[in-house]
């Protein structure tokens, strides 16, 4: 009798262990992992609408589909939205970070993006919205550093439209290693 709950003891075991999610079982370890984050800012010029505090979304979730990554808001017509967004290297050694961004469409512009945590405008700041676009932004990061930056999307008069931003983050150093976060907005 004791042999066989020893043996249905270990089949449950591997049971639950293959049966955990991707996304909660995290890569520690693993050489080279993003792992991207996803914070709203808010609405308007300054975030002066539904105004801070909101949550980091996808610390230490991996996954390309932003499930348990992705913040969504409804959005006026014409008005503008921030997200910022963390890049951090979980791997445990040096990497470069690819982000591929979204290029927007004629309802929500990604109007600017920005290096740092930006509420404002800042026309001091390091614009980084033509990579973004084109997914030719990098990141060179040491292992456990990371980089923020803030995307900037208008909205261009279009209700009961949704829009999908997906940031993608890829190792250049290893194929495999990605992750992403999404801003979905709504029109209303």
């Given amino acids: 009798m004791s042999r066989a709950r020893v043996l249905l003891t270990a089949v449950l075991t591997t049971l639950l262990a293959v049966s955990v999610a991707p996304e909660a079982r995290g890569a520690a370890g693993d050489p080279f992992q993003p792992d991207g984050w996803i914070k709203l ?18 610390k230490d979730i991996y996954n ?9 808001v409804d959005i006026d017509n014409g008005e503008g939205v921030r ?3 963390t890049v951090q290297n979980d791997g445990t050694q040096s990497n470069t970070v690819e982000v591929v961004g979204c290029a927007g469409n004629r309802n929500f512009e990604v109007n600017r993006v920005l290096l740092g945590k930006h509420k404002d405008q800042d026309a001091g700041a390091t614009d980084l919205t033509k990579k973004y676009k084109q997914g030719t932004l990098t990141f060179d990061l040491n292992a456990g550093a990371s980089v923020v930056f803030t995307l900037n ?6 209700v009961g439209k949704t829009y999908s931003c997906v940031t993608a983050l890829h190792s250049a150093n ?8 999404v801003a979905k907005m709504t029109i209303f």
């Fill in 153 to 158: 999307i208008i909205t261009r008069y279009g």
């Fill in 64 to 72: 390309t589909t932003g499930r348990k990554q992705t913040v969504s």
């Fill in 174 to 181: 290893a194929t495999g290693a990605q992750d992403a976060v």
């Fill in 41 to 58: 800012c808010g609405q308007s010029l300054g975030c002066k609408i539904d105004p801070l505090p909101h949550p980091w979304l996808g």
């Fill in 83 to 85: 997200f910022w967004i």
